[in-house]
């Protein structure tokens, strides 16, 4: 099993590009998360997804949005970035409250 | 106004010595708490979590304490390790959270040879 795989590892973006990130899961998990994780503030919740077509707003969604076309999928999408963006951005799923992690996506916005 | 604290951004430790990773939470409806260990270009892993039904829980040289009246937790490494260098995240969670993770802002452990 591959368990949490995310894709691009790495991305520069300018301000006013739109890009989305990739996240999938192959352990069945009907909860999937988005985080970001910026120095000093741990890892902040983006999105989150209850099941395959849902999707709810967490602490911090402004200038995000997200899909769950299937269950093993879930997309991140900047419309227009914003250097406020830079960050690494963690996906997670889960089945319970123990939450298994992706190798994260380094984004930087110039 | 964050709601699990990890006041020490970073820690350095002996080999062999004890470390001690501790985190303050607000919220009294958190009943579930995890411990995730980070490498740098690497995502979380979850480490060990504790109930709110229990004061401690060991799993080898790892143990948590947990300190409801003063909501307070904490992680205990013994003895320490260089391969325990990294970052440590205490979570919490509610039971009507949906499995949500409330994060702390990290420790930086630093076990020297």
């Known amino acids: 099993n591959a368990g949490v795989t995310q894709t691009p590892k790495f991305r520069v973006l300018k301000t006013g590009q739109s890009m989305t990130l990739l996240c999938a899961q192959d352990?069945?998990?009907?909860?999937m998360y988005w985080y970001r994780q910026d120095p000093g503030m741990g890892l902040r919740l983006i999105h989150y997804?209850?099941?395959?077509?849902?999707?709810a707003k967490g602490e911090v969604p402004d200038g995000y949005n997200v899909s769950r076309l299937k269950k093993q999928n879930f997309l991140l999408g900047l419309e227009s970035a914003a250097p406020s963006q830079t960050s690494v951005y963690f996906c997670?799923?889960?089945?319970?409250?123990?939450?298994?992690f992706g190798p994260g996506t380094r984004l930087t916005v110039l | 106004d964050q709601q699990v604290k990890q006041n020490s951004p970073s820690l350095s430790v002996q080999e062999g010595r004890i470390s001690i990773l501790n985190c303050d939470y607000t919220n009294s409806m958190f009943d579930y708490f995890l411990w995730y260990k980070k490498y740098p270009a690497e995502g979380p892993t979850f480490l060990i979590s504790?109930?709110?039904?229990?004061d401690k829980n060991e799993d080898g040289r790892f143990t948590v304490f947990l300190n409801k009246s003063a909501k307070h937790l904490s992680l205990h490494i013994v003895p320490s390790q260089p391969g325990d260098s990294a970052v440590y995240f205490c979570a919490a969670t509610e039971n009507n959270a949906g499995n949500m993770l409330t994060f702390g802002g990290g420790t930086r452990l630093m076990v020297k040879p």
């Open positions: 352990m069945n998990h009907e909860y």
């Open positions: 997804s209850v099941g395959e077509g849902t999707t």
């Open positions: 997670a799923s889960s089945y319970s409250r123990e939450q298994f």
């Open positions: 504790i109930s709110s039904i229990k």
